[in-house]
């Protein structure tokens, strides 16, 4: 898998046939989608996207690509497939299937714990419109929306030595994105179970929607059996959007 399929700055129609469903969107439109989007319609592409690209994004993250390995990399910290992968994770299954990965989430700790985060983080060198402040505010926001599949997640031992990591960037970055979701993530680990968290599930729960376009059904969905991603009121849906599903359902990376 070549480390040029994720340039920076990457685009819907960069990572994936699922823009073709939605011919409207400009091909430059660069993700996150949140501000074009209608929620029902993000969802919907994120399925497909996921149901194409998961597996793929994943094994990129962990594949020998210098870069990943290299501190002084800001891909190392937040990887352009890390960035697409935390994004994917509004979608409830990605959500669960990203909790299930048996490191993403262990090793994202561990970077955050990391002694020199700052000043590695600081120092690297970004491209197009990538900060410091986004990429370790995606790095919290990553770990708070995985912390909500808690059942799901591998043993992390060490998630409790964020603590006064957290506290110090809530008072060091006063205003920014990163204390906001430092103090969020603080009140998380220190009370799993709390009812704020609950409603949070439970209305990303509610965004599945069926893969059909047109149709907004979100009460009784199947997923797709083979990629367990994008989800359907039923048989007659289903059937009527293989044509498009069957082009990216577990495909994979493909050169355009
Ligand atoms: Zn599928
Ligand atoms: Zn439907």
Redesign the pocket.
């Known amino acids: 898998m070549a480390a040029n399929l994720y340039p920076q700055g990457m685009t819907l129609h960069s990572i994936g046939y699922a823009a073709l469903k939605y011919p409207a969107l400009p091909p430059e439109l660069p993700i996150p989608l949140g501000n074009q989007l209608g929620v029902l319609q993000r969802i919907r592409i994120m399925a497909h996207v996921a149901s194409q690209y998961l597996p793929a994004l994943l094994e990129y993250q962990y594949s020998s690509a210098p870069h990943l390995h290299d501190p002084t990399s800001s891909q190392y910290w937040c990887s352009d497939a890390f960035t697409l992968i935390n994004w994917l994770t509004s979608s409830p299954d990605a959500a669960v299937a990203v909790a299930k990965h048996p490191s993403l989430f262990p090793d994202t700790v561990d970077k955050l714990l990391d002694p020199n985060i700052l000043t590695a983080m600081k120092a690297c060198t970004r491209q197009g419109g990538a900060s410091f402040e986004a990429d370790l505010g995606s790095m919290l926001q990553f770990v708070s929306t995985l912390l909500l599949r808690k059942e799901h997640l591998p043993d992390t031992p060490h998630l409790h030595d964020l603590l006064p990591k957290l506290k110090a960037w809530k008072r060091k970055f006063g205003g920014l994105f990163i204390a906001r979701v430092a103090d969020r993530l603080a009140d998380q680990i220190r009370s799993p179970v709390n009812a704020d968290f609950a409603v949070v599930l439970s209305a990303q729960n509610e965004n599945l929607v ?1 893969g ?1 376009v047109g ?1 907004e ?1 979100k009460r009784n969905l199947n997923a797709c059996a083979r990629c367990q991603m994008q989800r ?2 039923g048989q007659a ?1 289903q059937k009527s959007d293989w044509g498009f599903h069957k082009k990216i359902c577990g495909k994979g990376l493909v050169e355009e």
């Open positions: 069926c059909f149709c059904e359907y009121c849906h």
